[in-house]
């Protein structure tokens, strides 16, 4: 099984609304990643989380909060966000961060923000 | 600061053609490449990675060629099918970690 599971596919939000993202997997991957992806440009890489531990926040707003709650599963909780947030979040997983191991990709979720 | 660049950013060609899509970096001390196939609104799926010791990988009609010390990166596809038309990315990994620097994509069109 190399699937990345995301929920949900797409999510409208007001800029008052508290959400969540959700990114699953079960191939024993200890390295688990958020990806931006706004339309026509590259993914940007938003966090890392590494045996269940932040390892990189490439200086995302606070109004993201990445969560990690065991090995197969990680959230990216959404506060406040903004008109300008709206994009494709892209969830990987890897089997760590430490070597070049290949990174699996979820669907993504489409976030609109209004 | 490593940066990808792939050229062409659009790319439309009739069913049958064989075509080349290019991609340079900027430091050539990586680690592999990856190359990625994105359709609309969806997520990233892995064609092809080169590590930094071999100069080509094939899987099917795909073959992806690594010249590290000139800084390039090509996708051959062969006999293209309208299936094909989706966002290329190719990605490089730096040595060190595992994060993943995406060059901007080229999307193709295959006409039927």
């Known amino acids: 099984d190399t699937e990345v599971t995301q929920t949900p596919k797409h999510l409208v939000m007001g800029m008052t609304n508290k959400k969540s993202l959700k990114c699953e997997q079960h191939?024993?991957?200890?390295?688990m990643y958020w990806y931006k992806q706004k339309a026509k440009k590259p993914p940007e890489l938003m966090f890392v989380y590494s045996y269940e531990k932040l390892s990189i926040n490439e200086s995302v707003p606070s109004r993201f909060s990445p969560e990690c709650p065991n090995s197969s599963l990680l959230n990216l909780h959404l506060h406040a966000l903004q008109p300008e947030d709206s994009a494709l979040y892209l969830c990987?997983?890897?089997?760590?961060?430490?070597?070049?191991?290949?990174?699996?990709f979820g669907p993504g979720t489409r976030l609109t923000v209004t | 600061k490593q940066e990808v660049t792939q050229i062409p950013a659009a790319l439309s060609v009739p069913e049958g053609e064989n075509l080349v899509l290019n991609c340079s970096f900027t430091d050539s001390a990586i680690y592999n490449l990856q190359w990625f196939r994105q359709d609309p609104g969806k997520g990233l799926t892995s064609l092809l990675l080169i590590q930094s010791s071999q100069r080509e990988q094939t899987s099917g009609r795909l073959n992806a060629s690594l010249d590290k010390s000139s800084g390039r990166s090509t996708l051959y596809i062969a006999a293209s099918q309208p299936g094909d038309s989706a966002t290329y990315l190719c990605?490089?990994?730096?040595?060190?970690?595992?994060?993943?620097?995406f060059g901007g994509g080229t999307r193709l069109m295959v006409k039927p």
């Open positions: 990605a490089v990994r730096r040595d060190a970690g595992n994060m993943l620097t």
């Open positions: 990987a997983s890897s089997q760590d961060d430490r070597e070049p191991y290949e990174q699996y």
């Open positions: 191939m024993g991957h200890r390295a």
